[in-house]
């Protein structure tokens, strides 16, 4: 690795797994620690952020791991505290919890769990940069990255109507942190991924397909390439724009989808 992160400090929200394999939050979390990051590790599940910890420490990195239900103010301030406590700074937020859904479009929607998309994936991170900005502020500035969705900007084929105007919240929200907080040396930018094949996929989604395997196999037929892309192109993505090398990239939306979105039907 060559140390694109060096001297930082990323919190990492959702850095951990839902299930084996890896998810974006948690390769993300690694490859920040690789190239020379601190990482504080957070994850709604304890034992998922300490796995990512492990993982971390055993490649000679360093990561604390925390419990943090980031959809509550008292628990994302005692987070940022944490990690301010414990590094003395935060150059990096990767948003990356927000990855759920309800399949069902405005009549077959319960009220309920439209709430609980748009607290998981939005309001958590309003919570966090509203945390996070002041300390960034004191240390003139930081990366902010909001993981979004493709589905942001696009029907994707599935009746997904809570996750897809949660997603595209995440773009204004994104746009309008970058542009405020310019001045203040704050850098705010969206990645929008595809068809990502993540542990995620396999616990929301395969009853929408009929079972795992027509699901992978649809999934990878509507990709261009033939196959759908993975957690590390996420992770990637993220960190060039965590990294000096995008100090000039504020408030864009980050396509990750292997041309997905810009084919025709």
């Known amino acids: 690795m060559s140390g694109r992160l060096e001297g930082k400090v990323a919190v990492v929200t959702g850095a951990g797994s839902i299930g084996p394999g890896w998810g974006n939050g948690k390769a993300a979390a690694v490859l920040f620690a690789r190239e020379g990051a601190k990482v504080v590790a957070s994850d709604i599940r304890k034992e998922a952020a300490e796995e990512t910890r492990d993982l971390i420490m055993k490649e000679g990195g360093e990561c604390i791991a925390l419990k943090a239900d980031v959809t509550a103010g008292k628990a994302v301030r005692s987070l940022v505290e944490t990690a301010v406590q414990k590094y003395g700074r935060i150059d990096v937020l990767h948003n990356n919890v927000g990855t759920i859904g309800k399949l069902g479009g405005p009549t077959e929607l319960e009220e309920k769990d439209w709430d609980h998309v748009f607290a998981v994936n939005t309001k958590s991170m309003y919570l966090t940069t509203k945390e996070v900005l002041p300390v960034m502020i004191s240390l003139g ?37 970058a542009v405020e907080h310019a001045r203040q040396g704050i850098r705010c930018n969206a990645i929008l991924p595809g068809l990502m094949d993540t542990p995620m996929i396999r616990t929301d989604l395969p009853s929408h397909y009929g079972d795992s395997e027509k699901m992978l196999e649809k999934r990878h037929q509507m990709c261009p390439s033939g196959r759908m892309g993975d957690a590390w192109d996420v992770a990637y993505g993220a960190l060039f724009l965590a990294s000096d090398e995008a100090k000039y990239v504020n408030g864009i939306q980050l396509v990750i989808d292997g041309g997905l979105t810009a084919q025709i039907g």
């Open 141 to 177: 500035g930081g990366a902010i990255i909001n993981v979004s969705s493709i589905a942001a900007i696009r029907y994707t084929g599935i009746p997904y109507v809570a996750y897809g105007a949660s997603k595209a919240a995440i773009v204004q929200l994104t746009q309008s942190i």
